[in-house]
């Protein structure tokens, strides 16, 4: 065995053995080095391992040495190793942008648990990627969850402590719900193997477990990726989390549940259950065009700048879950490009907040009045950021919206009603966007305003704008996320 | 018969149905927590009737033991016993910004506490 | 058939304490009763051949879980003030979410049924191949730390995890002095001490509990335990002598650094045997790897390493959720 044949088990096995070592530093900085440096070494794996499956390489990894489906394996395709570079990525940038600003709001005596939690919240929702074994996905689901939990609570406001709380109940029921489909699943096919399962669910006769498995997992999965109407966790976990913990959630965790749904849903369901694709548009996609419209129009009317991100998200999953329910190979890559640009603009978008919470000491848009003249960087970032989200030309939100329109034209009459609904949305986000732009460069700040000490500092500045200058990139030159995607929609369609 | 052999599984509905209507319809945040934990537990019992054999015993088996011994399905316990302690986890966690929340807010009650953050 | 009576027994009663646990508005008593609950559940479970399971969830859910409720309820509140009844979305919610569930089992393979899918695909083989490959008459160990050993592993760093959530939230951020009124505290809290008779027998118990742990953790190969409840009874035993003896003697008996340690060192050794294995030349986790003569022996020294860091994980976690929670009242 070479290292580089070991590199997907590094990829868990790194963020899992650096964890104890950094809660038991107890000197300042250096849980944050460790945390960082853990990262930065998954993300650079991450990497490796998309450039050997980008050739359309499948990489299978048994864990202990047994052979599936005995043993747990990893299973890593394009896809994964899109969602895998998604995950570590935002994670390492959000660290590296975070060592001021975590430093403000987190305090000394907590920062051991906090970065050991935040090193597992990256290696369980890594896990949950790259794992083949449906149990599996429960495990790393939950050390993901319980971790994104302590890090939620390190908010500074009571409020984060309520926040919390629901995000432990309506997580907790979401993956008890998997489980239950997973039980089901293993009732009817007596395997636990993803691989295993999608061959074994041809020879079912009595179909009633596996549908309401289905049921279940994508509920369950749903409720986790915060689809409307099931998101209603989501917009105060995100306001009150510190706003650093803010900028990786935002970008990595609900996607991964969707890719999750995406990967059980077509992988396993798609061709053993028949007219899957039918019970599934009929259930997604009425939440998923509420969603988008919902979510747009909660952020027209609020009033706190994260939060008014957060119901964006919703509309923005929304994008998500239509691609997922068109089964069909162009609205897939879109849904798969989508979770990926959109987690480079939401990251970006919420590290500007970031900066502009450390000056101004607030989120509600009111109180930014005259950020486009005191803070002309970071307000530049959200701009191009706000952009990405409607889905200007060049921006990386253009690219995954160009794919679920060619998506939904092949779905016929209805199709043309779906590419109606994209553009009333995009243009519902014009509003909100505008709104926070209108306040922040034409607005004269109120007289008696503390005035502001400057743009953000560099440190914080400049991984924000190398997100920012990924996702034009990405706007410009799509190849690595498109073909990715392309590859995993067509292996999910089972088009290869 | 037939349905007395499905009674585990009624028994699993039910626990679910109980533990469920406690978390949402409850406002006191200790007994939703309490209502959590029994419907984690009901899929414990999911898990647990499918291991059962007929005329089965436990999945030990002795260096001298004569072949024909029926054992109970191994894997189903092995994912309970992962699942309890995943259980444990989150209720030892829940409690823990239970007792927060009252330190903060002065009461477990989430009515009231929407009422104070609606004041804010 | 008199243990299927027995089984519809425990099944029903299981159903009616957790009746009786919505209806009560006592937290105590529906502390009280969540922990009888999970006695049967773990009665149950035995009757249904599940020997480890039965242990895990008595110790766990019965004992530990109750102790940390009622750690909660003397910081928080005793009266659960909800208005009684009438939500209806819970109830619709719950109700469908029962009838797809009876829709899905009216399809199941009946209880027992040898027959059934489950029993005759990954299982056997399981039950054929663990004494050729890993050769320890336990089964549930076999799979649970070797063939399942990456479940384990991050089952291992989920309790880590909920340690230090705890330790986050209750250990180091001091309460606010008015949150809480210490003659409430004491009122709900007041420790056993000056109850002779339970002192001097729960006393007595103590060592018994611990050894008792010890042999399940090295005897976990032979017969039903492991880590897992090895480290619930050895921190079971240290959390009745706090309880008895009052929590500062508690946390004289284990200060808080060593079961910080214990619990970082746990899941260190166990992510370290994966690394060590790979060292080795083999796969992650593959303790073949780690004897390159006799894979068994390899198996054999790979369990035993990982179940001492599952052992030692779980009594620290246990041990210092406990006392963050019995702490916390006494400033």
């Known amino acids: 065995m070479t290292l580089y044949d070991q590199l997907p088990a590094l990829l868990i096995a790194v963020p899992l053995f650096t964890a104890p070592i950094a809660y038991l530093l107890r000197a300042h900085g250096l849980p944050w080095a460790a945390a960082t440096a853990a990262v930065v070494m998954t993300f650079i794996i991450s990497c490796s391992i998309a450039a050997t499956v980008i050739g359309g390489e499948t990489i299978v990894y048994e864990m202990g040495g047994w052979p599936a489906p005995y043993g747990i394996v990893l299973h890593i395709d394009a896809l994964s190793a899109l969602l895998a570079m ?44 790259v794992t083949g074994d449906a149990f599996n996905i429960f495990v790393f689901m939950e050390i993901s969850s319980l971790s994104t939990y302590i890090l939620v609570s390190a908010g500074p406001d009571r409020r984060a402590l309520v926040a919390t709380y629901r995000y432990i109940v309506m997580g907790t029921i979401g993956a008890t719900f998997y489980l239950i489909g997973v039980g089901f699943l293993y009732m009817s096919t007596g395997t636990l193997n993803t691989m295993d399962l999608a061959a074994r669910l041809g020879d079912v006769t009595e179909l009633r477990p596996v549908l309401v498995a289905a049921g279940f997992i994508t509920v369950g999965l749903a409720l986790k990726a915060a689809i409307f109407p099931l998101h209603s966790w989501m917009p105060n976990a995100y306001t009150f989390a510190p706003n650093v913990v803010t900028v990786f959630i935002a970008a990595a965790s609900a996607k991964v549940s969707l890719y999750v749904m995406m990967r059980i849903d077509y992988a396993i369901f798609y061709k053993n259950i028949p007219n899957h694709e039918l019970q599934l548009a009929l259930l997604l996609a009425p939440m998923a065009i509420l969603a988008l419209f919902a979510g747009s129009m909660l952020a027209i009317y609020e009033r706190n700048l994260k939060r008014l991100l957060a119901y964006s998200s919703v509309a923005q999953v929304g994008y998500i879950a239509l691609g997922i329910a068109m089964s069909s190979v162009a609205g897939l890559t879109g849904a798969i490009v989508h979770m990926f640009n959109h987690g480079v603009i939401k990251g970006g978008m919420f590290m500007a907040v970031a900066c502009l919470a450390l000056r ?3 989120v509600n848009i009111a109180n930014l009045a005259g950020a486009g003249r005191a803070m002309p960087w970071t307000m530049a970032a959200f701009v191009i950021g706000g952009l990405g989200l409607i889905g200007v030309p060049l921006t990386p939100g253009f690219i995954s919206k160009w794919y679920l329109v060619l998506g939904a034209l092949e779905q016929g009459g209805f199709g043309a009603f779906l590419v109606m609904v994209i553009l009333a949305s995009s243009l519902l986000a014009v509003i909100y966007v505008w709104k926070v732009i209108e306040v922040a460069y034409f607005k004269e700040p109120r007289a008696n305003a503390a005035p502001i000490e400057g743009e953000a500092p560099l440190v914080m500045l400049i991984p924000t704008w190398i997100v920012v200058l990924t996702g034009i990139w990405l706007g410009i030159n799509s ?13 999910l369609l089972g088009a290869r | 018969m037939q349905l007395l052999g499905l009674y585990n599984y009624f028994v699993f509905a039910t626990l679910l149905m109980v533990g469920l209507y406690c978390v949402l319809a409850r406002t006191n945040i200790i007994k939703s927590l309490i209502g959590l934990s029994i419907f984690q537990s009901a899929v414990f019992l999911l898990y647990i009737s499918m291991d059962k054999v007929d005329g089965g015993t436990a999945p030990i088996i002795p260096s001298d033991a004569p072949p024909d011994i029926i054992y109970a399905n191994p894997l189903p316990q092995v994912l309970i016993l992962t699942a309890i302690v995943v259980g444990i986890s989150t209720t030892a966690l829940g409690l823990a910004v239970a007792v927060r929340i009252r330190e903060a807010y002065g009461t477990i009650e989430e009515d009231k506490i929407q009422e104070m953050d609606r004041e804010q | 058939m008199i243990t299927i009576i027995f089984s519809l027994f425990l099944l029903t009663m299981l159903v009616l304490v957790a009746v009786a646990i919505l209806r009560t ?56 003030r909800s208005p009684p009844v009438g939500s209806v979305v819970p109830l619709i919610s719950a109700v469908a979410l029962g009838s797809v569930i009876i829709y899905a089992v009216m399809q199941a393979p009946r209880l027992g049924d040898p027959k059934a899918v489950v029993h005759n695909h990954v299982a056997p083989w399981y039950l054929e191949k663990t004494p050729e490959l890993i050769d320890v008459p336990n089964v549930v160990t076999a799979v649970l730390a070797s063939f399942r050993g990456y479940d384990t592993l991050g089952e291992v760093f989920v309790v880590f995890i909920a340690c230090m959530g705890v330790m986050a939230l209750l250990g180091r951020v001091r309460p606010r002095k008015d949150s809480i009124k210490l003659t409430e505290y004491e009122e709900r809290s007041r420790n056993l001490r000056h109850h002779l008779i339970p002192r001097i027998v729960g006393k007595m118990l103590v060592p018994f509990i611990v050894l008792f742990g010890l042999y399940v953790q090295f005897h976990g190969d032979f017969g039903p335990g492991g880590g897992f409840q090895a480290g619930a009874l050895v921190a079971a035993g240290v959390i009745l002598y706090s309880l008895l003896e009052g929590d500062w003697r508690g946390r004289e008996l284990v200060p808080e650094w060593f079961s910080s340690l214990l619990v970082a060192a746990g899941a260190f050794l166990y992510a370290s045997v994966g690394v060590a294995c790979m060292v080795m030349g083999g796969r992650f986790l593959d303790y073949s790897a780690l004897d390159s003569h006799d894979p068994v022996h390899g198996q054999h020294l790979g369990i035993l390493l990982v179940e001492l860091g599952v052992g030692m994980t779980v009594t620290g976690v246990m041990i210092t959720i406990f006392h963050a929670f019995a702490r916390r009242g006494v400033r």
């Open chain 1, 86 to 129: 998604l995950v570590t990525g935002s994670s390492a940038a959000a660290l590296i942008f975070g060592a001021k600003s975590l430093a403000d709001e987190v305090g000394e005596e907590i920062a051991p648990s906090f970065f050991a939690a935040w090193i597992l919240c990256t290696a369980g929702l890594t896990g949950m990627v």
């Open chain 1, 360 to 362: 101004y000491r607030s």
């Open chain 1, 479 to 491: 190849y690595v996320p498109v073909t990715l995607a392309t590859l995993g929609a067509e292996t």
């Open chain 3, 25 to 80: 508005d006592n937290l105590f008593t529906a502390v009280m009763l969540s922990g009888i609950f999970s006695l049967i559940m773990a009665a149950n479970f035995f009757v249904l051949d599940a020997a480890d399971v039965a242990l895990t969830e008595a110790v766990i859910g019965a004992g530990i879980s109750t102790v940390l409720f009622l750690g909660a309820l003397a910081l928080t509140a005793e009266k659960d």
